[in-house]
């Protein structure tokens, strides 16, 4: 299993970015993934998750309305599009997965099995 993250980078508040995800070693066809972020001295946050299975998404309450998650399984590839970014969304955001779940909630709250590298996240004026 691997997930390679991409698509960080540094904004202005009420800016936007889309961070990639791509899997590899499975298929896109069953199991829960998604987005966890974290801030130094912050404790890590399950930001949004989708199931693979019939996509069923969740979100944090922090990002609710302004981060949609969507996935391509033609690429194999979870996309996180984030809107409105504000300063406190400032983070390493890192996509996991884990195979023998596919439930989007489950997976959100939970610690996933597998990760991948970290891309990092900057909003600031």
């Known amino acids: 299993v691997q997930l390679q993250a991409s698509g960080g980078g540094s904004v202005h508040p009420g800016g936007s970015l889309r961070l990639s995800c791509t899997a590899s070693g499975f298929t896109l066809d069953r199991p829960a993934i998604g987005w966890f972020r974290q801030a130094p001295g912050k404790e890590r946050e399950g930001v949004s998750c989708i199931s693979s299975l019939n996509e069923i998404t969740d979100y944090s309450d922090s990002v609710k309305g302004r981060f949609t998650i969507s996935i391509d399984k033609a690429k194999n590839t979870v996309y996180l599009q984030m809107n409105n970014l504000r300063p406190e969304d400032t983070a390493t955001y890192y996509c996991?997965?884990?195979?023998?779940?596919?439930?989007?909630?489950?997976?959100?709250?939970?610690?996933?099995?597998?990760w991948g590298q970290g891309t990092l996240v900057t909003v600031s004026s």
């Open positions: 996991a997965t884990d195979l023998g779940h596919s439930s989007s909630y489950y997976l959100c709250h939970s610690h996933p099995r597998d």
